[in-house]
């Protein structure tokens, strides 16, 4: 079965940076959209970054607008966040995952391939 796996969390401190990598395990047929999702500790899943299966189209949350930066793989479904002047309230657990087209909404997602174990990140001082 194909899975998700999502890499780079750590612990960094308020203004600093990491960036995030999500891969596919095991071989799919097609670009997918891929978006990034964060879960705060007892709050629900909250979008974060879409990219579209080009790679042309990006959008953001606006908690994280002008900060996240989303990328991906040219040939294969990869993505990157690029997170930037990280805050306390950024302290979440990060997921990836794929839909059939460029979508924004957590219901197209985790269709088809299951959610993966996300990597946490937090930030403190």
């Known amino acids: 079965q194909v899975q998700l796996e999502e890499t780079g969390g750590g612990l960094v401190q308020p203004g600093g940076s990491l960036r995030l990598s999500c891969k596919t395990l095991g071989r799919t047929d097609k670009k997918y959209g891929m978006a990034w999702w964060r879960q705060p500790p007892g709050k629900e899943r909250e979008f974060i970054a879409a990219i579209s299966r080009s790679g042309s189209r990006t959008s953001y949350g606006d908690s994280v607008e002008g900060r996240f930066t989303i990328s991906r793989d040219e040939d294969e479904n990869s993505a990157w966040l690029q997170m930037d002047n990280l805050a306390p309230e950024d302290t979440a657990v990060y997921y990836c995952?794929?839909?059939?087209?460029?979508?924004?909404?957590?219901?197209?997602?985790?269709?088809?391939?299951?959610w993966g174990q996300g990597t946490q990140v937090t930030v403190s001082s």
């Open positions: 995952n794929v839909a059939p087209f460029y979508s924004t909404y957590d219901t197209d997602y985790g269709k088809i391939i299951p």
